[in-house]
């Protein structure tokens, strides 16, 4: 059974950091896809970020690209997202989802596994 546990979220004043970390389980192999997905009333759901496992690859939505970072601990089958320069329009509710096989996009509906969301908020 696929289980990804999220941590990590809070509160941060502007221009502020925050690193949220999904355990992941259950995956056979390495032929899958890991992401985070946000989602807030005004956008809607987003996708941010997914690294493809089987050859390390990261990919970024343009809105947070530069300020954002992805990346795993192969040891500890953990994903990270290293979030740097928030601003108010990053509050939202923060998901990590995965699916089995490589897919880049940034449509969230791709995913077939779903951690439970965690809140960032960002306060000016």
């Known amino acids: 059974e696929v289980q990804l546990v999220v941590s990590g979220g809070g509160s941060v004043q502007n221009g502020g950091s925050l690193r949220l970390s999904c355990a992941a389980s259950?995956?056979?192999?390495?032929?899958?896809?890991i992401g985070w997905v946000r989602q807030n009333p005004e956008e809607g759901r987003e996708g941010l970020s997914c690294?493809?496992?089987?050859?390390?690859?990261?990919h970024y939505a343009d809105s947070v690209k530069g300020r954002f970072t992805i990346s795993r601990d192969n040891y500890r089958d953990t994903l990270y997202l290293q979030m740097n320069t928030l601003n108010s329009e990053d509050t939202a509710l923060y998901y990590c989802?995965?699916?089995?096989?490589?897919?880049?996009?940034?449509?969230?509906?791709?995913?077939?596994?779903w951690g439970q969301g965690t809140l960032v908020t960002v306060s000016s």
């Open positions: 259950g995956f056979t192999g390495d032929d899958y896809t």
């Open positions: 989802a995965a699916r089995v096989g490589v897919v880049v996009t940034r449509n969230p509906d791709v995913y077939d596994y």
């Open positions: 690294l493809i496992i089987n050859d390390g690859s990261t």
